[in-house]
Every structure is written in C-alpha cells, then in structure tokens.
C-alpha cells in the first residue's frame, strides 16, 4: 500500500496542476506534496517500523531499509524547501520574460514526477529497476533545466541527456554481468540487492570487477565524477536556482546511492582491494579537476557547481577507505553537502535576481554592494562557503575531518595531496567571495540601481537551511547516531 499510496498522491498533485489557474495554485499543490512525503518519512523514521523488506505492491522489487529512507528524508526536505523558494523566484523569471507563463504547468507537472521517481529509485530493491528510475530521473531533470527561454539552457540539458544517458549504457552492460555472476550462486539468477548482498562472497573476483567498473562509468556520470563531470557546471549553473538546489543536493546523490549499494555488493568479495584503488584513483582525480577548476572561476553558480564536483570525490575517497567509521562519515557527509548546497545555490539564486545576471554561464558575474542590497544572500553565501569548506560549527567540518583520518590508515600519501586540494578550494572559494563582495558602485552610479525586493518565500528556506546545517554541526543525538549505525550495518561494512 505505501507504493500505491506515492503514486497515487503524485497522480492527484498532476491533476491539481493541471487544472490550477495560477502560479500559486500549482506552487501550493508542490508544497503539498513535498510535505506529505516528507510527513511519510519522517513517521517510518520515528515509528522505527525498517526494514521494510516486502512491499504489498511490488514484493521482491521495492524495499526500504535505513539507507533508502534517508535519502528519501533529505529529497523531501529539499523539496519542500525548494517549492517554497520557487513561489516567489519563478514569480521573478515570469516578470523578467525568463520564463512563459504557458511553460508553469510543464515546470511544476515535471517537478512533482520527479519528485516520484526519485523516491521510487530509493525504494528499488531491484538494481535494474533503480536503473531505470535513474535513467527517468536524468530525463525530467533535464527539461527543468532546458525550461527557460534560452539557447544555453537547452544545450546545457542535451550535454547532460548525452553524457549521463550514455554512460548509463555501460552500467546496464555490467548489470547483465551481475546477472551472468549471480546464476553461479542462485538459480535463475537474480539483481535484487538484498539477495546479491548475501550470496557475494560466492562471486568471482575477476567477473566482480568488470562488473563494478561497467556499473560505476554510469552512476559515476550521474553523480559529476570526473571524467563524467562535464555536464555538471554548465546544467547547474545555467538552470533556475530552484532546479539547480535539486540537482546538487538531491540528483547527485542517485548516483552516489547507486555506487554505494554495488560497492556493498563487492565489499563482501575478494575484490574489494582493486575496486577500492579504483575509487581512490577516481576520487583524487575528481577532486583535483575541481579544485583547479574553481582557482578560475569568476561565476558564481559555476563556482558552487564546481564544488559540487569536488564533494564528490571526497565521497568516493571515503568508500575507498571502507572502514565502517569512513563509510557512517560518508552517509553523514552526504546530508551534510546535499543541504549546504541547496543553501549556496538558493542565496546565488536571490543574488541573480538582484543583478540581473543573463549573460553566459562562463561570464563573469559583476556583482556590487551585495551587503547594501541583499544581505541575506550575501551572509548566504559566506556560511554556506564557510559550510562547505569544512570550518567548525558546521557538519562537514566532522565528515571531514573524520575521513581524513581514516584515510591516514588507509594511504598517507593520497591524505596528503587530498589536504593540499583541500586548501586549494578552499582559497578559491574565499578569493571569489572576498573579491568579488568587496565591489562597489560609484555614487553615481547607485542612483540608477534597481533594489530586487526578495519575498520572504526565497529567504525562508535560506534561514532554515543554515539553521538545520549549525544544529548539525553542534549537536549529535544518539538517535541520529544509531540510526546512521543501522545504516552502515545494512551495508554489512
């Protein structure tokens, strides 16, 4: 019933918009329906009713466990907060000629079957089941990107569909693989993960390998891990700040939650140590390329989608370590970037409307007297910068810190150049802050200044953002512990 239940509450969330009249009306439906999800998980979290592991509907297919309903908790809360910031930023590209009024009901239609189908993916037992919600979640996601009324964005979507979707083939030709190895164990063979889990230790090595590197390529693409990052600065930065809020803090995590379920499935075989190298090869790599990319930014949604990048390949480096403490630090780092992130891209999005920034992704943005015109976004972009770099009173100053110090067991000399790229990002994103919040107008110039009255919509989600990310930070429950314990232990690290 939880199944028919989803899908029934976003058939009627496309109904309602599609009958609405106003922006609002449908904005309100989103709302809605983000926080009834939210509602859902949050009472299989509190009720501690997980596992789930046999849905009446799709019994053997769909499943929740621990893992799946934390991701589902942070797609929920970014929806929500998503939603609410849309009602008066989407007013904004209406008024700019950004975007058509005829193009809403599209715009938040594709927003609430997203929203489905991610959390569908989360719930598939099946991993050729998850495939596919993957490869949906590629496809909505992009025309939310391509929505507005420009030639860029809809370049920017058709590299994402070609790069993402591509490699996607390589992973369904190393699912065919899992297939082939999982008949040498069971009869008929079988790609549900709870089974693949158990019966591991019986794979081949060597098959086990070809099987993960095919896999990876595609949800390594989904997730903006170098060399399959290249879509990912131009779609996040080109797309509306609401979208590109998702696209970070939620999409990224699909293919994340892809490698890790697999990486699981090879930790119980004996080539755990060659995929673990891989992992730490790519890791380095990914991180690398970004921290060298943001050195020359001079855009700011480029420069936080940048960092994206770089966040994922300190996930990678933390799976490649596979210690049950570097992995709870992952799922914790996981949260961690998805809700600063959001917070960077919403105050970006406020900093957009106020400078009217139309010009190419790649141009730099001319940004002046940000604390006299918009200190929320400017104070915004300082803790979330402050965030995502890793200082103390924030979360990922702990995910860090702890993985770093896995890592030192694991090899000091990656330790060490990972440090080094660390300090590199790190002081691109405070050059590009200092240099570019430290402009100013001339007085003559300032009486022809248009102040962008931000609603309390955009300013809302913000607050609460890095609300939630000090309290994160500062305390620990033992109900946030435990919980991200039976996580690693589903896992069987």
Known sequence: MILVALVVATILALILI???????????????????????????????????????????????????????????????????????????????????KGSLKFFYGSWSFLLMVIILAFFSNNLALFWIFAELTTIISAMLVAILYARDNIDAAIKYIFIASVSMLFSFVGLIFLFEISRSAVHGGTLNWTELIHLAPAFPAGMMIAAFALIFIGFAAKSGIFPFHTWLPEAHARAPSAVSAILSGVLLNVGIYGIIRVFAIVHQTPAITAISTLLAIFGLLTVGIAAFSMLTQKNLKKLVA?????????????????????????????????FTKASLFFSAGILHRQYHSTLSADAPDDMRDVFRFQPLAAWGIILGGLAIIGM??????????????????????????????????????????????????????????????????????????????????????AGEISFLNQIVTELMF
């Not at 009958?19 to 299989?44: D, K, P």
């Not at 994206?308 to 630090?329: C, K, Q, R, Y």
């Not at 694991?410 to 919040?437: D, R």
């Open 18 to 100: 599609t009958v609405s009249h106003t922006h609002r009306q449908m904005n309100m439906v989103c709302i809605a329906e983000a926080g009834l999800f939210l509602v859902f998980a949050l009472y299989y979290i509190m009720t501690g009713q997980i596992p789930v592991p046999a849905l009446t509907i799709g019994s053997g297919f769909f499943f929740i466990d621990h893992l799946g309903i934390f991701e589902v908790l942070i797609t929920t809360v970014l929806f929500l907060l998503a939603a609410i910031y849309a009602r008066g930023y989407v007013e904004g590209l209406i008024e700019s000629h950004e975007l058509g």
């Open 306 to 338: 940048f960092s994206s990048i770089e966040n994922m390949g300190i996930l990678l480096i933390g799976l490649a370590v596979a210690t049950p403490v570097a992995i709870f630090w992952v799922l914790f780092h996981i949260i961690a970037h998805s």
């Open 392 to 477: 103390p009173l924030f979360p990922i100053f702990f995910s860090k810190l702890f993985i770093l110090t896995q890592l030192a067991a694991y090899s000091l000399p990656v330790l060490v150049i990972l440090v080094f790229l660390l300090f590199i990002t790190a002081a691109a994103l405070g050059y590009f802050v200092i240099s570019t919040f430290t402009q100013r107008y001339s007085p003559e110039a300032l009486t022809d200044v248009h102040v962008y009255h931000t609603p309390a919509s955009m300013k809302a989600p913000i607050v609460i953002l890095l609300c939630l990310l000090v309290m994160m930070g500062t305390v620990f429950s």
